[in-house]
């Protein structure tokens, strides 16, 4: 099919593109319509100079024009044949393609541009380009209909030259005049070191596309991660409530049926009783003396009564015993979440690189990452009070009162309290307080509850704002920093625990950054309040619900 196609096209003339038509054979060898190569020589100058359309070899005077039998004879068996006289549709050029500057009529699709002739040809009117040894120099690129752009509008001469110190392509007249002394190279040498320096960007950007795709990759599975963990943190939460519902309904059933045996024994008493009471009353009112003497000889009998029934309602115990274990249910919810999210929590790096978050400016940017914060009894010392109002900013308050149980969280040296919540990702909240002397802090929930390595802020597990009536203080690892900045009696902590930013404001008309933490936390945080002087108040609430 291949060869068939090739000796077609050799039956086409090379100036209609069609099958040739009365074909005559020129002197340099190549075949014409008559009547196209007549037409081509009548629109050439009137110097008698004739040249072939397609190698360009001149003849003076014009041949004579003889009909050539055995091509004619070519071309009507090809017809025979029944082979398409014409190119395809798609050979033709349509609207976004370069067309063919040669063609007359439906002009065909340009293959090459010649950056010399400025001229797109189509593949029949581009075999000179690689017959003639003329063209040997000229420059052949792909279909542009931008062709002009290659000439200076100056000197409507083509730019072959680069002027790196202006960066822009100019004719070699331009490179004479307004360039003169210019840093100048060939447009072909700066387009090699251009596609020098495109590859590196490519394979720059190609590195960065893998190193993407990489971190992807690692994202799904972190995604996967979470999900996967905290299916297993509902199994392992559904699990607990279940067995709790069935400790509660089983011991609630052992109740209730030994309460009903009390009932009917309770019963059987009082049965017993009134029926001794009717006999005690019959016998009052028995009017023969003699009789009720006889009678009542028998009162010891008729009044002994069996044992009593001890009854002691425990109610309240029952009531503690639910709660207490409503409670054990809670702490083991929350290890398990503190757990899952621990181990699940992207990594600094990850996040910050391609995940980029710019910090908060205005306190409603901060208020957007408010957090709801609950106060654990658990932790508090046992000074302390812990109180929920269940207002609607969920205000908690915290102020000096004896009297809790012992707790294995609880602080013993010193009067501070953590919050139940742990917190790993990016967080708000803000602190009231009143007195001489307020501890703002987060620390790990690991934190150590006795002695002077517990206070916080003493020890590398916390970060504290020591906050005074007239100034601030900041403790980590036992340092001491003083800071400045306005009294308030409102301390706003913004916390974004993956870049590992803590930031501690003064809330007052304004925002007012008292202090800012930069470093890497390795475990969730825990909100906490220290109060070590009566009368000292703190509180601290979020303004969304989660």
């Known amino acids: 099919m291949a060869q068939r196609g090739t000796e077609q096209e050799k039956l086409h003339c090379s100036i209609c ?27 050439q100058d009137q110097k008698k100079i004739c040249s072939c359309p397609q190698c360009r070899q001149t003849f003076q005077p014009s041949p004579a024009l003889m009909k050539n039998t055995m091509l004619a004879d070519l071309v009507e068996e090809l ?23 040669f063609c007359t009529g439906r002009k065909l699709k340009a293959v090459k541009s010649c950056l010399q002739c400025l001229v797109s040809y189509c593949e029949q009117h581009l075999r000179p380009h690689y017959d003639s040894p003329a063209f040997e120099k000229h420059k052949l690129v792909d279909p542009s209909k931008k062709l002009q752009e290659n000439i200076c509008t100056r000197h409507s001469e083509v730019m072959k030259i680069f002027c790196r110190t202006d960066q822009q392509c100019i004719c070699y ?51 996967e991660a979470v999900n996967g963990s905290a299916d297993k943190a509902v199994r392992d939460s559904e699990k607990i409530l279940t067995d709790m519902k069935q400790q509660i309904r089983s011991r609630q059933k052992t109740e209730v049926t030994h309460i009903s045996k009390l009932q009917e024994k309770v019963e059987q008493e009082i049965a017993d009783l009134k029926r001794k009471d009717a006999d005690l009353e019959q016998l009052l009112h028995l009017g023969d003396q003699t009789q009720f003497l006889n009678n009542y000889t028998l009162l010891p009998r008729l009044s002994e009564a069996s044992d009593s029934l001890s009854i002691n309602t425990r109610s309240q115990s029952h009531t503690e015993g639910a709660t207490a274990a409503v409670s054990e249910v809670r702490d083991k919810l929350q290890a398990i979440l503190s757990d899952v999210w621990s181990k699940t929590s992207l990594t600094e790096a990850g996040v910050d690189i391609l995940l980029p978050q710019s910090e908060p400016k205005t306190r409603s940017e901060f208020l957007q990452y408010s957090r709801q914060l609950t106060l654990d009894p658990n932790t508090a010392h046992d000074c302390l ?49 009143s007195g ?24 590398v597990k916390s970060w504290a704002l020591q906050c005074f009536s007239d100034s ?45 933490v930069q470093t890497t936390f390795t475990q969730p945080l825990c909100p906490g309040l220290g109060l070590f002087y009566n009368r000292a108040y703190a509180g601290m609430w979020g303004d969304m619900e989660d």
């Open 173 to 223: 007249l331009c490179s004479m005049d307004e360039h003169k002394g210019h840093d100048t190279v060939s447009v072909a040498s700066e387009m090699t070191e251009k596609k020098k320096e495109l590859e590196v960007s490519r394979q720059k950007i190609q590195q960065r596309i893998q190193d993407r795709e990489k971190d992807m990759k690692l994202l799904q599975q972190e995604v």
């Open 79 to 101: 017809k025979k044949t029944g082979l398409q006289a014409a190119p395809a549709d798609h050979c033709y050029a349509g609207p976004e393609d370069v067309a063919c500057d």
């Open 472 to 516: 601030f203080e900041f403790r980590h690892n036992n340092i001491r920093t003083s800071i400045s900045g306005p009294p308030s009696s409102t301390i706003g902590v913004y916390l974004d625990h993956h870049a590992g930013i803590l930031s501690f404001y003064s809330i007052s008309d304004t925002m007012t950054l008292l202090h800012r």
């Open 17 to 43: 593109l069609d099958l040739l038509k009365d074909p005559v054979t020129i002197p340099c060898g190549h075949s014409f319509c008559m009547n196209c190569v007549r037409s081509y020589w009548e629109e």
């Open 385 to 433: 009070s812990c109180k929920s109002s269940r207002a609607h900013h969920n205000h908690y308050g915290v102020c000096h009162r004896p009297g809790f149980p012992q707790h294995p969280d609880r602080f013993i040296s010193w009067s501070q309290v953590l919050c139940r919540e742990h917190l790993s990702g990016r967080c708000y909240w803000e602190v009231e307080w």
């Open 436 to 459: 001489c002397e307020v501890f703002v802090a987060v620390a790990y929930k690991d934190i150590s509850r006795e002695g002077r390595e517990s206070v916080f802020g003493n020890n």
